[in-house]
Structures are given as C-alpha cells and as structure tokens.
C-alpha cells in the first residue's frame, strides 16, 4: 500500500473515530432545525446548482437522472450526520465518482490530508463538480439532505408529496 493510500485510510479512519468521540464526549446539543428557507434553497441547489440528482436522483434514492453519470450512493438509506454530509460534498470521494465541491478541497491538505498532487493515481482520482459550491451553499444543501432525504426510507407517495410540497407528476409513480 502507498504512502499516500495509508494517509488517506488514516486520515478518513481519524475522521470517523473523532466525528463518534464528539458525540460520546460533548454534552449533549439540541439538533437544529433548519430554516424552511433554506430547505427550499438546498433543494434547489441539490437539483440545479450541484446536480446531485444527476447521480443520486432526485429523491436521493441512488436512481440516477442521466445514466451517462457515476452511480451515486442511495442517501435515503444513510445514516450520515451533517459534518460527514458536509466534508463529503465539500471533499468527495477519491477513487469514486463522488467530485469534491469545494474549488480548494485538494489545494492545502483540507481535504483527508491530500493535496491535488496526491490524485493523480487512478484509483484516487476524482471527476470535476458541474459547479463549485461556496461553504454556506454546501452547507445549505445539506441540511436539505438531512429534512428530506437522508435516513428517510424509500420513497411513497406520502414522502414524495412531503418532498415536493405538492402532489406533483413525479408523485404520480407511488400508489395512492
């Protein structure tokens, strides 16, 4: 295994075992809701802007819009909290089809430790965002996520009309 390999297993097994301690260590803090506001704003972000749906569909369910994309992960399923949600948009996912959103993810070391230099190996590298994401926009998104896709379940109908507010035509698919 490379040097650069054993940084990235250890910085992302660093990461995990820090994001655990934080929980178990720090009292307890009352989860915020986000604004609903910014619930439309990350919506609109995840399908315009970043182009989540594009690999991870539109209802986070892991079925792609364009299936000339990466496959993307189901998130519905996830159990992802919102700093991890938060370093995955910001950083990506060497290796995967998951691009790093963040335009300076790789150019200081932010991002598990790597910088750009350490991607060039095919099994770290990673494809370009459709766009970059400002820290408040990444932010935004993925309090979305966590209101309306992540640990959610598979989609009905009753998820799908919560998901868009409406009974809308991709609503249509579930049964009543």
């Known amino acids: 295994m490379s040097k650069a390999s054993k940084n990235l297993r250890r910085a992302v097994t ?5 994001a655990v301690l934080q929980f178990v260590v720090v009292l307890p803090v009352q989860a915020q809701t986000a604004d609903p506001a910014d619930i439309v704003a990350g919506m609109r972000l995840f399908r315009q802007k970043g182009n989540c749906q594009a690999c ?7 079925r792609k819009m364009d299936s000339q994309m990466p496959d993307g992960a189901n998130l519905r399923e996830s159990v992802l909290d919102r700093e991890t949600l938060i ?3 910001k950083c990506g996912r060497p290796g995967t089809g998951m691009p790093a959103f963040d335009k300076f993810a790789y150019s200081d070391g932010r991002c598990y430790g790597l910088k750009q230099a350490d991607l060039k190996s095919p ?6 965002p459709p766009a970059t994401l400002q ?16 640990g959610k379940g598979p989609m009905d109908r009753a998820k799908c009309i919560d998901y868009w507010g409406s009974d809308v035509e991709a609503c249509g698919e579930f049964p009543k």
């Open 123 to 128: 099994e770290r590298q990673l494809p370009d």
């Open 135 to 150: 820290a408040r926009e990444i932010e935004t998104i993925a309090d979305f996520m966590l209101a309306k896709i992540v």
């Open 56 to 62: 991870h569909g539109w209802a986070g369910d892991g």
């Open 87 to 89: 370093i995955l948009i």
């Open 14 to 18: 660093f990461g995990a075992v820090a």
